[in-house]
């Protein structure tokens, strides 16, 4: 069956990078986007991005741009998701998800979930 | 950037009784128009997409509806299990998220 399991909770120091990373198995993982969705406490989920795994393409939400880095690497199907210059309110939990559709269309609909990893940002 | 709002923020029911939240968006997503459940400590599960089609799975007392700027999701009869938070999604741009419904137990 289709799982992502993604990895520990962390805590950062404002300023610092997080990196978060998502296994994927069950499926052939190059053959579908993921994508990275955040939830900070209390409020909506926000859409961080995408990528492609075949061909390690991605596309950004402007809000995130020059900040966050997506990642994967093939050998182990992992997918990352790197988040620099950390601020008190990018304390959230962190979702990878799969894109619904194979590549190369992408519909921005997430069948599968990861278990989320909440990052916590504080001095 | 394309913002959906729910309504209401909370619904609170009891069991049996029949569910209806609304999601309107700021300008026209056509019917890309998702709806995904949240239940505490979990990650959303799709439920609807394409504004009425149930993704696998879903029963059948879930349905919506609606196209351009508002839409529904009616829980003809609410199970247990079905209280908790929903989502809707519009992936007609960069993806984006309303800021839920909470349906609770009354």
């Known amino acids: 069956q289709v799982q992502l399991v993604q990895s520990g909770a962390d805590v950062k120091k404002p300023g610092a990078s997080v990196k978060v990373s998502c296994r994927a198995s069950?499926?052939?993982?190059?053959?579908?986007?993921i994508h990275w969705v955040r939830q900070a406490p209390g409020q909506r989920l926000e859409w961080m991005g995408r990528?492609?795994?075949?061909?390690?393409?991605?596309s950004y939400a402007q809000k995130f741009q020059g900040r966050v880095t997506m990642t994967t690497d093939t050998s182990i199907s992992t997918a990352y998701m790197d988040l620099s210059r950390l601020r008190s309110d990018d304390t959230a939990v962190y979702y990878c998800a799969r894109d619904w559709r194979e590549i190369p269309n992408t519909e921005d609909l997430f069948d599968y979930w990861g278990q989320g990893t909440l990052v916590t940002v504080s001095s | 950037e394309i913002v959906l709002t729910q309504s209401p923020a909370t619904l609170s029911l009891s069991p049996g009784e029949r569910a209806t939240l609304s999601c309107r968006a700021s300008q026209s997503v056509s019917n890309y128009l998702a709806w995904y459940q949240q239940k505490p400590g979990q990650a959303p599960r799709l439920l609807i997409y394409?504004?009425?089609n149930r993704a696998t799975g879903i029963p059948a007392r879930f349905s919506a509806s609606g196209s351009g700027t508002d839409f529904t999701l009616t829980i003809s009869s609410l199970e247990p299990e079905d209280f908790a938070v929903y989502y809707c999604?519009?992936?007609?741009?960069?993806?984006?998220f309303g800021g839920g419904t909470k349906v609770d137990i009354k």
């Open positions: 069950g499926y052939p993982f190059t053959a579908y986007y």
């Open positions: 394409d504004a009425s």
């Open positions: 999604q519009q992936r007609s741009n960069w993806p984006s």
């Open positions: 990528i492609n795994p075949n061909s390690g393409g991605t």
